[in-house]
Nanobody, 126 residues
Framework: QVQLVESGGELVQAGDSLKLSCAAS????????MGWFRQASGKEREFVAS????????YYADSVQGRFTISRDNAKKLLYLQMNSLKPEDTAVYFC???????????????????WGQGTQVTVSS
């Protein structure tokens, strides 16, 4: 059974930085592409970033490109999201997710992912 546990979310001010972590268990982490999604109150879940199982390919949403960096430590089974220059519109619950199938390129749609964490709240005040 796959378990994904996010941590690191908190209340910060605009312009601050924050690093989220996602601890994975129950899967061969190094074989699965991983992603970060977010959902703001009253809005649909949206793609943020994804990283290939080998970390050789990374994708970002336009809204976070240049500010956020996804990374992974396959030995420790950890996924990270470094968020810089945070804006109030980044306020959301952030979820990590593992791909439905091993290997392959990282997806950018929620339907590309099969397991999800419970989410961690990030609030950016202006």
């Amino acid at each position: 059974q796959v378990q994904l546990v996010e941590s690191g979310g908190e209340l910060v001010q605009a312009g601050d930085s924050l690093k989220l972590s996602c601890a994975a268990s129950g899967l061969t982490f190094s074989r699965y592409s991983m992603g970060w999604f977010r959902q703001a109150s009253g809005k649909e879940r949206e793609f943020v970033a994804s990283a290939m199982w080998s970390d050789k390919v990374r994708y970002y949403a336009d809204s976070v490109q240049g500010r956020f960096t996804i990374s992974r430590d396959n030995a420790k089974k950890l996924l990270y999201l470094q968020m810089n220059s945070l804006k109030p519109e980044d306020t959301a619950v952030y979820f990590c997710a593992s791909a439905k199938f091993p290997m392959g390129v990282p997806g950018r749609k929620s339907t590309d992912f099969g397991s999800w964490g419970q989410g961690t709240q990030v609030t950016v005040s202006s």
